[in-house]
């Protein structure tokens, strides 16, 4: 995998959460937080823990370890939040993906997950499973959103393929 792909995949992830989470800020926190058939419970549940998975992912490659605690409710307890945590996140992941060149996205990475022991992986297999993950439960959240009147469209890769044409032949910047 080169950097341009996998740097273009995370802005693929940043423009459909940020598509989710833009839908998600019509509910209520009773909408949020009540039980669903969600993986996670909620609809707040699979958009943390994709946030808290990021986070996770990125300090385990970068430091060799992942964070002693993990992103809960009580942390982040709403939508707006959760974009404001998720945004900077989405910012460092970007930075960190910029600073890669394609011999380091090939090398193993070491890391430490609790009592678990050491693990290794190629770089590009941990940073494409983050963006796997997420398309994951923005699916299905997404998915339930739309059951409520609150869908976020279409969010397939091609069409933020077409989004950014069209923004070039705009001269706009695109996500």
Known sequence: MRRDDILLLFEYNRWTTLRVLRQ?????QRELTRPTWLSHTTVLGPLLHQADVEWARRLAIQEGAFPPE?????????????????????????????SLDDERLRRPVRYAWGR??????????????????????????????ATIGH??????????????QRDALRGMKSP
Do not use: Q
């Open 151 to 164: 869908s976020p469209h279409d969010m397939g890769f091609t069409r933020l393929l077409a989004s950014r």
């Open 116 to 145: 678990a022991r050491p693990r290794t992986r190629t770089l590009w297999h941990l940073l494409l499973h983050v963006v796997n993950h997420g398309t994951h439960h923005r699916g299905e959240v997404g998915a339930y959103l």
């Open 70 to 98: 993990i992103l809960s409710a009580a942390r982040i307890p709403d939508v707006r939040s959760l974009r404001e945590f998720w945004l900077g996140e989405s910012k460092c992941m970007l930075t960190f993906v910029r």
């Open 24 to 28: 998600a800020a019509h509910l209520s």
